[in-house]
């Protein structure tokens, strides 16, 4: 391969990946910031910074139900930490976009080891979370 055209691949390359981690950080702090207004008590923000997807369905109250549901007898949080990032294009019942899925190790109060999985999706140039579940 010529000189000139390896180098014009790898910086290609380079931009690419660079713009790749630049949008998983996007989604993973628009993730974070949601989860800190759950955390925190604050739903109605939660809930507005959601996405169609989940606020079609729920309404604040709605969403402060269920999210209390999932959590309940945990206790707040102490410590939280991402284990694990997954993209998809597709996710069931939702269009066709791009969908990435944080897993996070949860330590509440009343339990150490809690996993949850908060879905954010890109939505005309902004992360906002369509899907939140606690194991």
Request: proline share 6%; glycine share 4%; hydrophobic share 40%.
């Amino acid at each position: 391969m010529p000189k000139p055209l390896a180098l014009f691949l790898s910086v290609m390359l380079l931009a690419l990946a660079s713009h790749a981690q630049a949008s998983n950080e996007a989604a993973e702090a628009a993730a974070l910031a949601w989860l800190e207004a759950i955390d925190q008590g604050e739903y109605e923000q939660a809930w507005e910074k959601s996405s169609p997807l989940l606020k079609t369905p729920l309404s604040p109250t709605m969403l402060q139900r269920v999210v209390t549901l999932a959590r309940n007898d945990l206790g707040s949080v102490e410590s939280r930490r991402r284990i694990r990032m997954s993209q998809y294009t597709s996710m069931p019942g939702a269009p066709r976009n791009d969908y990435k899925e944080f897993t996070f190790q949860t330590q509440f109060t009343n339990n150490q080891r809690v996993v949850e999985v908060v879905t954010p999706h890109l939505e005309e140039g902004t992360w906002r979370v369509s899907g939140y579940y606690v194991q």
